[in-house]
Every structure is written in structure tokens, then in C-alpha cells.
Nanobody, 120 residues
Framework: QVQFAESGGGVVQTGGSLRLSCQASGRTFDNYVMGWFRQAPGKEREFVAAISWNGGRANYEDSVKGRFTISRDNAKNTVYLQMNNLKLEDTAVYYC?????????????WGQGTQVTVST
């Protein structure tokens, strides 16, 4: 059973930083894109960032470019999201996921997420 366990969230002031971690389990992830998503209150879950299987390529949602950095450690089945210069609009529950052979995300395996709250 595929599982994702996110951690590292918290309450931080605007301009602050947090580093999120996500431990994946249940299958091999080394050869698959992994990504971060977030869901703010009253909004749909949205894409934040994704990283290629070897970490060589990454892409970001426009509003986080230059502030967030995604990375991964395949030996630990872990993906990270370094978030700097946090803004109020970054407040959300953050989730990680991994692509499947079909090129879709593991939509039946979302974790509990980790809450990030940015305050003034």
C-alpha cells in the first residue's frame, strides 16, 4: 500500500522559512517524478512543485518560483520542500505524491498532509 507521511509544517511569520519532508513507502519511487501540492481553506488542492527521478529537473507553480526549492533523497524515499520568504497566501495543508506508470499521481493515496500557517 502506497503511503505518504508529510512533516515539518508549523506556524511562521511572513518572510520566514520552513522545510517540509515527505517519507514515501509502499513501492519503488526512485524512477518516478515526485511532487508537492497544497490545499488552502475553501480551495481545491493545487500543484506546488515537482522533481524528476534523479533530481535533475524541477518545476514550480509560478507564485512559489524563486522562494521554494524541491529536492529528494532516493536512498531515503524522501522528498523535501524548502520554503523561504513565506507569504500569507502560502498558508495551506501541504501534501506530497508520486507519479505512477500511467503518468498520473497516486490519487488514492494522499497522506494527512502537514499544516503550514503564515502569520503577520
Amino acid at each position: 500500500q502506497v503511503q505518504f507521511a508529510e512533516s515539518g509544517g508549523g506556524v511562521v511569520q511572513t518572510g520566514g522559512s520552513l522545510r517540509l519532508s515527505c517519507q514515501a513507502s509502499g513501492r519503488t519511487f526512485d524512477n518516478y517524478v515526485m511532487g508537492w501540492f497544497r490545499q488552502a481553506p475553501g480551495k481545491e488542492r493545487e500543484f506546488v512543485a515537482a522533481i524528476s527521478w534523479n533530481g535533475g529537473r524541477a518545476n514550480y507553480e509560478d507564485s512559489v518560483k524563486g522562494r521554494f526549492t524541491i529536492s529528494r533523497d532516493n536512498a531515503k524515499n524522501t522528498v523535501y520542500l524548502q520554503m523561504n520568504n513565506l507569504k500569507l497566501e502560502d498558508t495551506a495543508v501541504y501534501y506530497c505524491n508520486a507519479e505512477t506508470d500511467a503518468g498520473t499521481w497516486e490519487n488514492g493515496s494522499w497522506g494527512q498532509g502537514t499544516q503550514v500557517t503564515v502569520s503577520t
